[in-house]
């Protein structure tokens, strides 16, 4: 797939870009050029009407009547007058009401003289006529005829003047103007190609640099460039996730080490006992006493994968966790009588203020393992002759649940451990303590679960106190939200 696309050059964003860039400025420049010759040819166009009407007026000034017949009436010795005069008489024709051609130019004669017929209709139009009058040689010549009155006569004048200059200006621009579009066009491809290359070159450093991540070089992050921009935001944004993938890797890893080292240590037990059962026992009694050893550890072993399933499945969120209004007040009652039997023998004081009607949103199977992990825990890890409390309370944003001990403690640096799987604290006074250190683990999650917080103090020695609240159900919600998946068990 990569191949694919590395290979197929006009799939490349860079090629895509240019060449819709290209387009779209050809489009542009082309519609532009369209534009400006058409602005040009009005503007010449209008030009042309204005200085043959210059030209009409001049004309009517020097031409007069004598008996009917046209004389050009001007200071012939002055040059300029005579250039003006000689001008003006290049391209036209006067004629009698009835059409009689009374004087006319060689160019108006090459032309063709007007018709009979289009002279009477021109005259019977009081507003001037404008006519565009393609000449032998092909010059285009732009002509007025109107009637012009002398005494009670009418006649019939045409004034033209040539084009050719409107027009060699108007091809001029043209021919320039589409020659050098294709260079316009190919320089900015050019450019935008530089410039694409410049835009995707970052975009290319990070896929390159993203491809030598592997498993085993997860601490590698791509540098950010310091542009500030959507790229920078990109690399930030995938450095991140390197960060959690980072973190997810090693909680995997960490996962795999505690799981094959809790399972073989009563593994080996198991084994050794078998052996030596099998070396040394010699009478049913003592075949039977070292099977029931051995039962007792794969019982132990059993718990392990029990509890190990039960926390993946929370991993991966199978466990459905059954919320509804749960009386906790009740719950925690009913709990703690059955821990009243261990307390006492232990020779432990228990003690609770409970406040009545705590409710909250929860699943009641994870509450009564919360209570149950919190409340074993502090009579394991209390001496005899201590003392165990469990407080609830319903205060006006949360209800908090504290259970309390005058048990070992723990220490500060242990503190923030104590909820990693199998994690435990190996002090002479818990060690004769039996455990998976998967209870607090699960505890943690179950508070998440439930949108709860938890906070340890502790101090070695007095004792462990951990107080959980969680968010008091909304009086206005009367059927709360359905039961939701739990979120992944954090390490
Ligand atoms: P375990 O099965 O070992 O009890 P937990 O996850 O429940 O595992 O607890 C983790 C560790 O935290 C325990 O091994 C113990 O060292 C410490 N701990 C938990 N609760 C208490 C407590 N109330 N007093 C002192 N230490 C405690």
């Known amino acids: ?43 010449l166009d209008t030009q042309a009407h204005e200085l043959l009407e210059e030209e009409w007026s001049a004309a009517l000034a020097y031409l007069t009547f004598e008996n009917q017949r046209p004389v050009w009436f001007y200071d012939h010795v002055d040059p300029d007058e005579a250039a003006i005069v000689t001008r003006l008489q290049r391209v036209y024709m006067l004629t009698d009401e009835n059409g009689n051609v009374l004087q006319n130019s060689v160019t108006y004669a090459n032309l063709g003289f007007d018709a009979p017929a289009l002279i ?20 285009r010549y732009l002509i007025k005829s109107s009637h012009i009155v002398d005494k009670k006569h009418i006649y019939y004048l045409a004034l033209g003047r040539p084009l050719d200059l409107s027009d060699q200006t108007l091809r001029r621009f043209t021919v320039n103007y ?10 900015t491809g050019l450019l935008g190609w530089l410039l694409a290359g410049r835009v995707i070159g970052p975009v290319n450093d990070v896929s390159q640099a993203a491809q030598r991540i592997t498993g085993s070089s997860l601490d590698m992050r791509i540098p950010l460039r310091g542009a500030g921009d959507e790229l920078d935001h990109l690399i930030d944004t995938f450095n991140s996730m390197m960060d959690r993938l980072k973190a997810s890797f090693e909680q995997v890893r960490q996962f795999s080490t505690d799981v094959s080292h809790e399972l073989r240590t009563p593994l080996t037990a198991i084994r050794g006992q078998l052996e030596v059962a099998l070396m040394t026992a010699s009478t049913p009694e003592q075949y039977r006493e070292a099977m029931e050893k051995a039962l007792e550890d794969v019982e132990g072993l059993s718990n392990i994968v029990r509890a190990l399933l039960l ?3 929370a991993e991966s969120g199978q466990l459905v966790l059954q919320k509804t209004n749960l009386d906790l007040s009740a719950t925690a009652n009913d709990i703690l009588e059955q821990f009243e039997f261990a307390a006492e023998e232990k020779h432990i004081r228990m003690q609770s203020h409970i406040e009545p009607k705590c409710v909250i949103f929860a699943d009641r199977t994870q509450m009564d393992r919360l209570l149950n992990n919190l409340l074993s ?22 209800i908090r649940l504290t259970v309390s001990d005058t048990g070992v403690g723990i220490q500060a640096s242990q503190l923030p451990h104590i909820f990693d ?18 209870g607090l683990s699960f505890v943690d999650w ?35 939200s359905p ?4 979120d992944a068990l954090p390490a």
Not at 178 to 187: D, E, Q
Not at 483 to 486: D, F, G, R
């Open 1 to 43: 797939m990569r191949s694919t696309l590395r290979g197929d050059f006009t799939r490349g964003l860079r090629f895509r870009l240019t060449v819709t860039y290209l387009l779209m400025f050809s489009l542009m420049l082309t519609a532009i050029g369209f534009l400006f010759r058409s602005n040009l040819s009005t503007t």
């Open 120 to 139: 009477k209709s021109i005259l019977a139009n009081p507003t001037a006529v404008y006519r565009t009058v393609i000449g032998p040689q092909g010059t």
């Open 178 to 187: 589409f020659i050098a579009l294709p260079g316009l066009i190919l320089l």
């Open 311 to 313: 926390l993946s499945q």
């Open 377 to 398: 825990n502090a009579i394991k890890y209390t001496p005899e002759g201590g003392s165990v409390q469990l407080e609830i309370a319903c205060h006006e944003d949360d």
């Open 421 to 438: 799987r199998f994690y435990r604290v190996r002090t002479p006074e818990t060690n004769g303590q039996q455990g998976l250190g998967l």
């Open 446 to 480: 179950i508070v998440k679960a439930h949108d709860g917080r938890i906070d340890i103090s502790s101090e070695p020695g007095k004792g462990t106190r951990f107080a959980v609240s969680f968010p008091k159900i909304d009086p206005a919600s009367e059927s709360p």
């Open 483 to 486: 039961a939701n998946v739990p």
